[in-house]
Structure formats: structure tokens, C-alpha cells
């Protein structure tokens, strides 16, 4: 299979899906009618003069509002691109052997995901919430630069596309190849994605590929805007407060900000240092890197001299994010503010003291690895100073049960596992018993994605009305958070128990021993793709077809004095452009004082009827998905009797799972996975997209899976045996999906609900 135009093609499937949600919304959209009311279909046809004036608009604009949103435009869109690859990495580790992808293209994967997301995805996405909100809290017109501000987003897009020029060429030269001859095209042919690993490990990154050097520039490229936007902060922090705001009031994410901006403004000159020197040795005959010169170690202090404060670059905005948001669903005041601003700073200084603990098994000094272990173990204590101060926060507060609660709680459950796992592998003789296995990617991903993902989803939802002036569906929110929740810990737990059990990373091939808690992993790493695009979908659905706000106190952030200053703008835009007056609370106590009104209910009490139906759900879902496949399953015998279907191919679904090759074995997991997973999908479909379940439902809902069937279940029929092959495959879907759903409506499963308003996420 060719890597890249898998790639490719599920990467456009995604866009055009979205661009398939925001043209059905846009014509379901309702405009203001002449009565007051809402009128459903008046959206108005985009002209191409109206076209052209937003792209000179977006492409000129030093609006700091316009230009975060760009920045969050610009890293979703990489963050996709990094995720598939991510999935492709999962997918390809769902067998032992290396017969999904090659060698060579997993090499390619898993070099080009670290380097995406890092590089194009996180630090772009908080760059764009400081934007956008920094000025609005500390009270500031815009940015100190804004032209430099745009001029900083601007170089990111073009260093993205030379970092990943390997793929694009390749697309490019695969389809030109079809009616182009070869030699026209060979400079294309010759670029090939770098596969030598996200550190760039010298020799490997020396050797002959045209597309390292671009990759190199690429990234250096996106160093010279990352440091142009630090800039830009510290000088705005610094000197565009508004008159009322001093240090001791600054509030928590522009400190976080502050001290994130200090560190890339040292460690990025560094890394764009020596990736020029990388770029020497590469193409002008130097050695700095080369044995005869420098040695490849020196590139390792080199790039973890970057890298470790790297961490905390892309840590800390996620922690002042955290620190800002929590506050707000617990109803209580930030504990320990000024402990969580000394941490942040004390984090900011040891950063740059302990790089050499990625480099304990290198043969460093012993006298030099134990100063490094005792800093690296050290750099640990104010980490668990935010994690007391959180917890000490939701303490005898009134929690809601919101989206941004679930994600707030779920981060910092998943930050202890991924920090006390941290606190570990600084120890020297642990690090070099399990530095080269999965131990380290799972205690590396539990930060990464544990906490720095899903405080950027906090922050879409807590900011949503905010942007937007519509509501996104709450329900929706809930459950996608606690998808994102559940799969982030089953994929990177299980990853930390192969660690245990010694498995090494960045291995193509594993023994079979490991088959089963690497199905674990790639579940868990699907539940997490599915949550994302949950959450795409809420977003665009929602700016078109989310209730209008009526308040500028969506969160009731007065009731507990929390509204803050880009509440506050938000207030003002609403009365001067709407015309909505502002609304006090009925009642309102200090944030710092617990609540002594009569209390929500326990978490059991919120849990429990939850619980309950989620169950009566399960149960319903299951028994229409056995009706469904035992229908389907009649279908497929007389398939077999004709002799367009092989029955052995369910044998082959076994070995997916790390079970032998048995036919009944196959059918099993087959039974189990239309009674769980597509029965379940379906009603969750039905549950938070528009309609209701019925049978008409049930046969789009098996069109569309039947793709997956017809290729799994593939088994090199040809000519009419392939056309009567599809045929039944789509047959035998129709009748599970009528089978399913006719069921479920039988037995009395949900409809799809009119909002709840308040109690959605109280």
C-alpha cells in the first residue's frame, strides 16, 4: 500500500467532510427575520468579489484577534495532519510483523508525527489563544508589533511546507506519473520524507536525501517565528498592561505566557544554530557532527539543550490554561496563586539545567549524570505545587459537570501518572534500564497528550460563546471529553506496561508476546481520533447552528466575582453590537468562600443516572447489533455458496487481535463488533447528530461502514466475482443495518433531545 497516498487521501477526506459540515449548516443557518424571530434558510450565496475581499482581508489583517485564529486555524489543520500519521503508526502496530506498512514508511511516520506536532501544531495553537485573549486581560489595544505579529504567523505556513515537502512531491509524482513520462518528473521522485528519527540523530540525518535539507530549513524557519512571537509577548506583557494591572494582579495564563516567551527566546537561537550546522555538514563539507569533527553527541547536547525547555515551552501555556479555566467550574478563587507564579518561573530556570538526563546512557561522566539526575528530580517540585494547588482548588467547591471540568480533571489524573513516571526515569539506573523501551513514550505522551491537548479543548469550550456568540452542544461536549479522556490513558497505561515488560520503541516489528496490549494501544489511540473529530464537528456545526447568546455570563462567572477582564470586552461588544444589556446575578459570595447554599447533588448522584442509561443504551444496542449480524450473516453464507466471499478471511480477522488463525474465533470477534462497536457508534450517531434513528438511518449508516467491510474482507477477487462480491457486501450491510435499527425502535431506543439548558452541564 503506498503510505503517502493513503495519507493524502484520508487527510482529504477529512477537509472535505468538514467543508460538507459547514455547507450543510451554512444553508440550514437562521438569520435575524424582519418580526424578531429566526427564519431558517436565508443564508446568503458567497460571490467571488466577497471571496476575494476575505482572503485580501485574512492575508493583511494585524488584528490580534484575527491573527490567533489563524494561528489556531494553522496548528488544528497540523494537528490533523500529525494525528493521521499517528493513527497510521497505530495501525501499522497492529501486527507483529511489518505487513500494513514497511519498515522504511513507519521510520518515515513516526519521524514526521514527533516533528509535526511539536513544531506545527502546539506551540502555533497557543500562540494563537495568547493572541487573541492576552490583550483582552491585561487590558491592552493589541499587540506591542502587531505587523511583526503577522508577519510571525506568516512564516509558519511556508515552514510547514517544506518540512513535509517529501509528501506532497511524492502525491505530485505519483499522479503525474500516470500521463507523465518518468524523467520529466524525476526531481519529484527523488524527495522522500526523512525516516530518520524526530531528533534528527546524526549520522542518520546525514544521509543523502534531498528532503532533509528542506525539512532542516523548514524547521528553522518555524524557529524564526516562534522567537518573533515570543518577542512580541514579553514587549506586551511588559509594557502594553493597562495602568490597573501590576505584577501581583497579572493574571495566571499571561504569567505563564511571560515565562514560556523567556524560554524560547533562549533556547530557540540555539536550535536554529545548530540546525544550520546539521545544513553545513550536510551540503558544504563541515564536520561539526561528523566523527572526524565534533561527534554526533555533540548534536545530542545540542538539541536537548533545546529540546527539554521545549517541554516546558509547550507545558506551561497548557498549565496556565488550567490555572485560569478551573477556577471558573469549581467556583472557588486560584489557591495559592503566587506559589503556582514562583513554580512557573522556578520551572522556567531548571528547564535549562537538565537536558543531559536524555543522555544518561551516552557514557556522560558519572559526576556529571548524578548533578543532572539530582537537577532533573528537582524540577519535579514545582510541578507537584500546580498539581496541590488544583486539587486544593476543587476542594468544597461546586463543581459542574461540564466539558471543561471533565478535561480539567482528566488532565491533572493524567499529568500525576505522567509526572511521577517522570520522576522515575530521572533516576539514573532506572532511565538506563528502560530509556530505550515504551516506558519513555508512554511517560512522554501521558504529558503531551494528557494535559496539553486537552486544556487546548477546555479552552475551545470555556471561549466558545466568547468567539463565536453561539453555544455549542453541550452534550456532545461531555461526551467527547470523556472519550478524549478514556482513550488518552488506555493508549499511553498500556504503553507504559510495555515499557515494563521491556518492549523497545521505535521498532517496525515486535514479538507476538506483545500482540494484545499493542491492540489495547491502537484502540485507545482510535477512541482519541474519534473524539477529535467529535470535537471538529461540535465546532463547525455549532458556529452556524449553536444557540445565540443572550448573556454575556454564559458561565455565571459574577455569582462567584470571576468574571474577568475578557469577560468583561465581551459584555461591551454584546450591548454596543447587539444591544444586550447586562444581567447581574441574584446572589453572589466571594470565589475564595465555599458555597453554603443548599448543595448539588453528590457526584453519585450526578453519575448514577448517567450510568443507568448508558447501560439501558448498551443493552439495546447490543441486541439490535445481533439481530443485524445474524441477518447479515445469512446473507453471507449464501455469498459463500456462490463462491464470492471466502469464509477464511474471518480466520484472518483473529490474527488482528493476536488470536490464532480459527474461523470460529473470527466470527466471534466479528459478532462482538457488530454487537458493541458499529451498534454503539450508530447510537451515538443518533444521539448528538441531527435526526432521529430510524430506518432509513440504519441503511446510510451500513452504506457507509460496508467501505471498511469491502476492504478488509478482500481477497483478490477479480471481474464479475468482484462486482458480485461488492454487491453482496453492500446487501448484507442493508440487512444489519434495517436489522439494527429496526430494533432498536422496536425496543424503544432514545430519539435525539431538545437542549436542557442549564442542567447540561451543572
Not at 511556508?158 to 524523467?183: C, F, K, N, W
Not at 494582579?249 to 505563564?256: C, E, G
Not at 439481530?627 to 455458496?641: D, E, K, P, S, Y
Not at 480466520?651 to 474465533?665: C, D, Q, W
Amino acid at each position: 500500500m503506498n503510505r503517502a497516498l493513503v495519507e493524502v487521501s484520508v487527510f482529504g477526506a477529512v477537509v472535505v467532510s468538514c467543508l460538507l459540515v459547514v455547507f450543510s449548516a451554512q444553508r440550514l443557518r437562521a438569520e435575524p427575520a424582519p418580526d424578531g424571530g429566526y427564519a431558517v434558510g436565508r443564508y446568503g450565496r458567497v460571490t467571488l468579489s466577497d471571496a476575494k475581499v476575505a482572503a485580501v482581508r485574512w492575508t493583511t489583517t494585524t488584528n490580534h484577534r484575527e491573527i490567533g485564529m489563524l494561528y489556531i486555524a494553522f496548528g488544528t489543520v497540523a494537528a490533523i495532519w500529525g494525528g493521521i500519521d499517528a493513527m497510521m503508526i497505530r495501525t501499522h502496530l497492529l501486527t507483529p510483523e511489518a505487513n500494513i506498512w514497511t519498515e522504511q514508511t513507519y521510520n518515515e511516520l513516526f519521524t514526521m508525527h514527533g516533528l509535526t506536532m511539536l513544531i506545527f501544531f502546539v506551540t502555533p495553537v497557543f500562540f494563537g489563544i495568547g493572541n487573541y485573549f492576552l490583550p483582552l486581560l491585561i487590558g491592552a489595544d493589541d499587540m506591542a508589533f502587531p505587523r511583526l505579529n503577522a508577519v510571525g504567523f506568516w512564516l509558519l505556513p511556508p515552514a510547514l511546507l517544506l518540512s513535509r515537502l517529501g509528501i506532497i512531491a511524492e502525491v505530485t509524482g505519483a499522479v503525474l506519473a500516470v500521463v507523465v513520462p518518468t524523467d520529466w518528473i524525476s526531481v519529484l521522485l527523488a524527495f522522500q520524507e526523512p525516516a530518520i528519527g524526530w531528533t534528527m540523530y546524526p549520522p542518520l540525518s546525514l544521509a543523502p536525501n534531498p528532503q532533509t535539507n528542506f525539512l532542516l530549513l523548514g524547521l528553522h524557519l518555524s524557529g524564526i517565528a516562534t522567537t518573533i512571537g515570543a518577542i512580541n509577548f514579553i514587549t506586551t506583557i511588559i509594557y502594553e498592561r493597562d495602568e490597573s494591572i501590576g505584577w501581583a494582579n497579572l493574571d495566571i495564563f499571561s504569567w505563564n505566557m511571560l515565562v514560556t516567551s523567556a524560554i524560547i527566546v533562549f533556547a530557540f537561537p540555539l536550535l536554529g544554530t545548530a540546525l544550520l550546522m546539521l545544513l553545513f555538514d550536510r551540503n558544504f563539507g563541515t564536520t561539526f557532527f561528523a566523527v572526524e569533527g565534533g561527534g554526533p553527541i555533540l548534536w545530542q547536547h545540542l538539541l536537548w539543550f533545546w529540546g527539554h525547555p521545549e517541554v516546558y515551552i509547550i507545558f506551561l501555556p497548557a498549565t496556565g490554561l488550567m490555572s485560569l479555566i478551573l477556577p471558573k467550574f469549581v467556583g472557588r478563587k486560584l489557591f495559592g496563586f503566587k506559589f503556582i507564579v514562583y513554580s512557573t518561573i522556578a520551572i522556567g530556570v531548571l528547564s535549562f539545567g537538565v537536558w543531559a538526563h536524555h543522555m544518561f546512557v551516552t557514557g556522560v561522566d558519572p559526576r556529571v549524570r548524578a548533578s543532572f539526575m539530582a537537577t532533573s528530580i528537582a524540577i519535579a517540585v514545582p510541578s507537584a505545587i500546580k498539581v496541590f494547588n488544583w486539587i486544593t482548588t476543587m476542594w468544597n467547591g461546586d463543581v459542574r459537570l461540564a466539558a471543561p471540568t471533565i478535561l480539567c480533571i482528566g488532565s491533572i489524573g493524567l499529568f500525576i501518572v505522567g509526572g511521577v513516571t517522570g520522576i522515575f526515569l530521572a533516576v539514573i539506573p532506572v532511565d538506563v534500564m528502560y530509556h530505550g523501551t515504551y516506558y519513555v513514550v508512554g511517560h512522554f505522551h501521558l504529558i503531551l497528550m494528557g494535559i496539553i491537548p486537552l486544556m487546548m479543548f477546555a479552552a475551545s469550550y470555556y471561549w466558545y460563546p466568547m468567539l463565536t456568540g453561539r453555544m455549542y452542544d453541550r452534550r456532545l461536549a461531555i461526551f467527547q471529553s470523556s472519550l478524549l479522556v478514556i482513550g488518552s490513558a488506555l493508549t499511553f497505561m498500556t504503553l507504559m506496561a510495555l515499557g515494563f515488560l521491556e518492549l523497545p520503541r521505535r521498532y517496525a516489528t515486535y514479538p507476538p508476546g506483545y500482540s494484545g496490549l499493542q491492540v489495547a494501544a491502537t484502540v485507545g489511540a482510535f477512541i482519541i481520533g474519534i473524539s477529535v473529530l467529535m470535537w471538529l464537528y461540535n465546532m463547525l456545526w455549532s458556529y452556524f447552528q449553536g444557540t445565540p447568546i443572550e448573556t454575556s455570563d454564559p458561565w455565571e462567572l459574577k455569582a462567584t466575582e470571576q468574571f474577568t477582564p475578557e469577560w468583561q470586552w465581551f459584555e461591551d461588544r454584546l450591548e454596543r453590537e447587539r444591544g444586550i444589556a447586562p444581567t447581574e446575578p441574584e446572589t453572589v459570595r466571594p470565589s475564595y468562600v465555599p458555597a453554603q447554599e443548599e448543595r448539588p447533588p453528590s457526584l453519585y448522584g450526578r453519575i448514577e443516572p448517567v450510568a443507568r442509561t448508558v447501560a439501558n443504551d448498551a443493552g439495546i444496542g447490543a441486541a439490535g447489533g445481533f439481530v443485524g449480524t445474524m441477518l447479515m450473516t445469512a446473507v453471507l453464507i449464501l455469498a459463500v455458496a456462490l463462491g464470492v466471499f471466502d469464509l477464511e478471511s474471518f480466520a484472518n480477522l483473529a490474527t488482528l487481535v493476536g488470536l490464532p488463525a480459527n474461523l470460529a474465533l473470527g466470527y466471534g470477534l466479528f459478532l462482538v463488533g457488530g454487537m458493541t462497536v458499529w451498534s454503539l457508534l450508530f447510537l451515538s450517531l443518533g444521539e448528538y447528530l441531527p435526526g432521529e434513528l430510524t430506518l432509513v438511518t440504519g441503511l446510510w449508516y451500513a452504506t457507509v461502514i460496508a467501505s471498511g467491510f469491502a476492504i478488509a474482507f478482500y481477497t483478490g477477487q477479480t471481474g464479475l466475482e468482484l462486482v458480485a462480491y461488492l454487491l453482496f457486501v453492500l446487501l448484507a450491510h442493508w440487512i444489519y443495518g434495517l436489522g439494527l435499527a429496526g430494533t432498536i425502535a422496536y425496543l424503544g431506543g432514545r430519539r435525539r433531545r431538545p437542549s436542557t439548558g442549564e442542567d447540561e452541564y451543572r
